[in-house]
């Protein structure tokens, strides 16, 4: 069992940076993909990023790309998603995801095994 808790939403500006955290507990934390999805008012979650257990391979949305960083420590078993240049598009409930292939979760988020609770991040015009 793992358990996500997910920190560093909030409300910036268009153009703005935030940097997101999420911090596992549970064992086995190097094993497991990890990973960022969204979830804007009335639309499905969607994929952000993802990053493998040794932090070696990363993906990214096309809307994201260039904009959005994935990384992760393990000896702190926490996984990070900094934000820049960011839009009103933006605004959404980020979620931490854990566990999952990331070549099927990132158009089928009902793969993902764990959840974090969301952080809301919010971008004003």
């Known amino acids: 069992q793992v358990q996500l808790v997910e920190s560093g939403g909030g409300l910036v500006q268009d153009g703005g940076s935030l940097r997101l955290s999420c911090a596992a507990s549970?064992?086995?934390?190097?094993?497991?993909?990890m990973g960022w999805f969204r979830q804007a008012p009335g639309k499905e979650r969607e994929f952000v990023a993802s990053i493998t257990g040794n932090g070696r391979n990363t993906k990214y949305a096309d809307s994201v790309k260039g904009r959005f960083t994935i990384s992760r420590e393990n000896t702190k078993n926490t996984v990070y998603l900094q934000l820049r240049s960011l839009k009103p598009e933006d605004t959404a409930v980020y979620y931490c995801?854990?566990?999952?292939?990331?070549?099927?979760?990132?158009?089928?988020?009902?793969?993902?095994?764990?959840w974090g609770q969301g952080t809301q991040v919010t971008v004003s015009s």
């Open positions: 995801a854990a566990d999952f292939d990331s070549n099927e979760a990132t158009s089928n988020p009902g793969l993902v095994k764990y």
């Open positions: 549970g064992r086995g934390f190097i094993l497991y993909n």
